[in-house]
Structure formats: structure tokens, C-alpha cells
């Protein structure tokens, strides 16, 4: 079996393509706070370039990733 088939059997995913799922797991991966050089290993990408056409950071994420940054524990 195919891994398109096997995906579509976990969900309706008829209209989609396996290419999709790399979009959406590059910006899961972004949002979970993952480096661009670590995506790009995950993905597959030889530049980070191609990591930044892959991943949408979402607001929450980015102010999620400052708070836990040593900048904003500093007093």
C-alpha cells in the first residue's frame, strides 16, 4: 500500500497530496519551537530558504518562544 493511501485511510484527505503534509509539518515544527536547520533536516531541505517556503510561525508560537528565551528570564 502506498503512504498517500495509508494516510487517506486515517482521515479525509482524498483532495490532498503527500507534498501537503510536508507544508503542515514544517509549521507544526515551527510552532513547536524547532530551529530552521533542524526542520531542514527533518524535511529534507539543503537550504533555509526552502525552510522558510515550508513553515508559517503562528503569533502564539512566536511569543510562546520568547518568553522561554534566556532574554526574557533576565531581570
Excluded: W
Excluded at 502506498?2 to 510552532?31: E, I, P, Q, Y
Excluded at 524547532?34 to 511569543?63: D, F, N, W
Amino acid at each position: 500500500m502506498s503512504r498517500m493511501r495509508l494516510v487517506r485511510r486515517c482521515g479525509d484527505l482524498s483532495n490532498k497530496r503527500f507534498h501537503h503534509l510536508r507544508h503542515t509539518a514544517g509549521t507544526s515544527f515551527a510552532n513547536d519551537g524547532r530551529s530552521e536547520s533542524e526542520i531542514a533536516a527533518l524535511l529534507g531541505h539543503k537550504t533555509l530558504a526552502m525552510v522558510s517556503r515550508y513553515t508559517q510561525v503562528q503569533p502564539h508560537a512566536k511569543a510562546r518562544t520568547f518568553r522561554e528565551s534566556s532574554l526574557a528570564k533576565r531581570k
